[in-house]
């Protein structure tokens, strides 16, 4: 399992009554479930994926979350927890403030476009770059909005969403330098959000 989706689990508690944006085939929210006694409900647009989370016994939504999440009521959920999918969303903002709004807490993780190997592939190459973590060509990339860690602290400040932790996944061997500079050093960012009181 990707470490984001490791850090995800531990934070929350079990239990909890979680929405799953994004929720590819199910099987994170499935792993929930089974090891955290959460009450999850997924969220995704492709009929493959809806068709492998219904298989695994997910109860989903279909729905695309760049029309808003208008269907969910205020503090409906204990955690709200997207995943890998903020990049690829037209109005991502949209999408966090509803987060905050349905949940009590939101849990969000990115691909930082502001890592160092990505500068460099810009700065020398002059290309975008293309990693295991970014393994799409510019012209076939589900990326829209690239975003860095400083990016999303600064939207967070804007949309009065508090941030209550973060982790960051370093490169190997970079853990401790992700802690000092994750905007440099952190590969993929980890978020745990809520409204401002």
């Known amino acids: 399992m990707r470490y984001d989706l490791t850090q995800i689990q531990t934070w929350i508690p079990a239990g909890s009554k979680v929405l799953d944006l994004g929720c590819g085939d199910g099987e994170f ?6 090891e955290r006694n959460v009450n999850g409900t997924g969220l995704e647009l492709d009929p493959g994926n809806l068709i492998a989370a219904v298989s695994r016994g997910i109860n989903v939504v279909q729905q695309d979350m760049d029309l808003g999440l208008g269907n969910f ?21 949209r999408v966090l403030e509803d987060m905050v709004r349905i949940g009590r807490e939101a849990i ?7 890592h160092w190997r990505c500068r460099l592939s810009l700065g020398l190459q002059g290309r975008m ?36 932790d973060q982790d960051i996944v370093a490169g190997s061997g970079a853990g ?15 978020y745990r959000i809520r409204a401002q009181a």
């Open 129 to 164: 770059p293309v990693s295991d973590t970014l393994p799409y060509s510019w012209y076939d990339t589900p990326n829209i909005h690239f975003c860095t860690v400083k990016d999303f602290e600064a939207l967070c400040k804007q949309l009065n969403i508090e941030i209550i």
């Open 176 to 190: 401790w330098l992700a802690r000092i500079m994750p905007n440099l050093f952190g590969v993929t960012a980890i």
């Open 73 to 93: 009521p205020d503090g409906s959920f204990d955690l709200v927890v997207m995943a890998h999918a903020l990049q690829v969303l037209h109005r991502p903002h």
């Open 29 to 34: 929210l499935r792993q929930l479930q089974e």
């Open 108 to 114: 969000v993780t990115f691909p930082n476009f502001g």
